[in-house]
């Protein structure tokens, strides 16, 4: 049963507008959560993390939104340009960690077309 | 800037074959990863270590092994490789406790390995 789903694993989105990708979890130990993008052949790169004492971070045109009421976490990206096109990797860990206890959902791939 | 090198980047083998794959990072960093990506399933970790000569399974342990002998390198071993193998790895680092930058994990560029 995976705790982190990324339902849509896909997503296109027209140059100029917002996109919205999102997250759910099921374990409610889980505290900290990050977002890594992926382009095709090179490994993943962390893009914003946000711990549960919020509710939001900012980091320029990206913004993480948490729910942990409803277990939900959403990135917002406005606004999309074509190089942001790649895979999203939602990632959730329970504090303190190491490392070992992040848990990555499936991705998701956004594509901005131009 | 962290630096997680993966020498190998494509790969390809015949089933039954012994394969090496070798992460090095430059940042003096205590913990070292190995995680396969697959379509669908995210990234799966397969074997972790926090310091020389010591490692973890992680949640997908089975046909492969580790080894650390050095701090800042971190191999993975199929010892008899399949076709079910067939995957992205990922190799990655991330500092002790209190250090900066504990909580996020940096990767290397993969290794994508086909077997035949």
């Known amino acids: 049963d995976q705790q982190v789903k990324q339902n849509s694993p896909s997503l296109s989105v027209q140059e100029g507008r917002i996109s919205i990708l999102n997250c759910d979890y099921t374990?409610?130990?889980?505290?900290?959560f990050l977002w890594y993008k992926k382009y095709p052949a090179e490994g993943p790169t962390f893009l914003i993390s946000i711990s549960s004492i919020k509710d939001k971070n900012e980091d320029g045109r990206f913004t993480v939104f948490l729910n942990k009421s409803a277990k939900h976490l959403s990135l917002h990206i406005v606004p999309s340009q074509p190089g942001d096109s790649a895979v999203y990797f939602c990632?959730?860990?329970?504090?303190?960690?190491?490392?070992?206890?992040?848990?990555f959902g499936p991705g998701t791939r956004l594509s901005v077309l131009p | 800037d962290v630096k997680v090198t993966q020498s190998s980047r494509y790969l390809v083998k015949r089933t039954g074959e012994k394969v090496f794959l070798e992460c090095v990072q430059d940042?003096?960093?205590?913990?070292m990863f190995w995680y396969r990506q697959d379509p669908g399933l995210g990234l799966r970790l397969i074997y972790f270590?926090?310091?020389?000569?010591?490692?973890e399974k992680g949640d997908i342990p089975e046909g492969y092994s580790v080894s650390r002998e050095k701090k800042e390198r971190f191999s993975l071993i199929l010892e008899s490789a399949s076709t079910n193998q067939t995957s992205m790895y990922l190799c990655?680092?991330?500092?002790?406790?209190?250090?900066?930058?504990?909580?996020?994990?940096?990767f290397g560029a993969g290794s994508r390995l086909t077997v035949l």
């Open positions: 990655a680092s991330i500092p002790g406790q209190g250090a900066s930058g504990a909580n996020v994990l940096t």
């Open positions: 940042m003096d960093h205590e913990n």
């Open positions: 374990n409610s130990m889980f505290d900290y």
């Open positions: 270590s926090y310091d020389v000569k010591m490692k």
């Open positions: 990632a959730a860990s329970a504090l303190p960690n190491y490392g070992q206890n992040f848990v």
